[in-house]
DNA sequence: CATTGATTTCTACGTCATGTAAAATATGGA
DNA sequence: TCCATATTTTACATGACGTAGAAATCAATG
């Protein structure tokens, strides 16, 4: 049940389709990122790899395609929240001391965001 | 500034390391994976392969060498819970929405470890 | 229904990280 | 000096990813 990580490219399209509210085209998502929208450098390439992207982003259950119109629509099947936060739970899954790392993090938390952390646990 | 990530030998290489209080020599190493101490399935390498994985992970300042004695010593450069720490505030780090994210870790968090979380923001 | 332009799928290749180890070299004693 | 042991070099296979041309498919239209 380990996440399968993403490369430069990969990433980059999930940015667009987690900072876009509607499902995306391969062509929208070419566009973005030839604009720069995502990290990814502006880079201008062809329709293809931006497909062949998300054939294997939708292998890896990133995004679900919807067949049924034209150019197929694509969405991210997950918020980029908690993909993340299943990352981080991953990384901590994978520790035998898991008290210790958690101690280590939160030792490292900004204090704004130790006080957002203290909100959480108490919302809970 | 980005930590370089681990091979599933590399893993069980830090592994040994990170679970053994001094300094291991290339042999020590492989046989720890060879009798299977680390997660990695016992395996049965050659020296030379460990000692390649040593070098690498020493590049990625994984782990430092004694060149002084003659088995050459190796030993983790960082605790297991500091990189795990590191790991995931990597990943909050990569997110624009971090607390969202921090939100759904904390969501996900066992209540002992709920409890643990409590006890370390109000020791700060 | 045949044609064509748009879209998707297949196929392919380069590169890089990693696992793996033999060959070559260096080193420290006997 | 010579040997046994340890380290460094060199090498190759594999798999993930970036990248895209060629081939197949589909939807509209004449």
Do not use: C, Y
């Not at 990814?40 to 919807?66: C, H, Y």
């Not at 969405?75 to 739970?89: Q, V, W």
Request: hydrophobic content about 45%.
């Amino acid at each position: 049940m380990d996440m399968a990580t993403l490369g430069e490219l990969e990433r980059s399209v999930m940015d667009l389709l987690w900072d876009s509210a509607e499902a995306l085209t391969a062509g929208d998502i070419r566009d973005g990122l030839a604009r720069g929208d995502a990290a990814g450098t502006g880079k201008d390439l062809a329709v293809t790899t931006v497909l062949t992207v998300l054939s294997r982003l939708e292998a890896k259950n990133f995004v679900t395609r919807d067949r049924d119109t034209r150019p197929h629509l694509f969405h991210a099947s997950t918020s980029r929240a908690a993909h993340m936060a299943e990352l981080m739970h991953e990384v901590l899954g994978a520790a035998p001391d898991r008290e210790a790392v958690l101690a280590r993090f939160v030792g490292q938390v900004s204090p704004s965001e130790v006080a957002a952390l203290r909100r959480m646990l108490d919302g809970k």
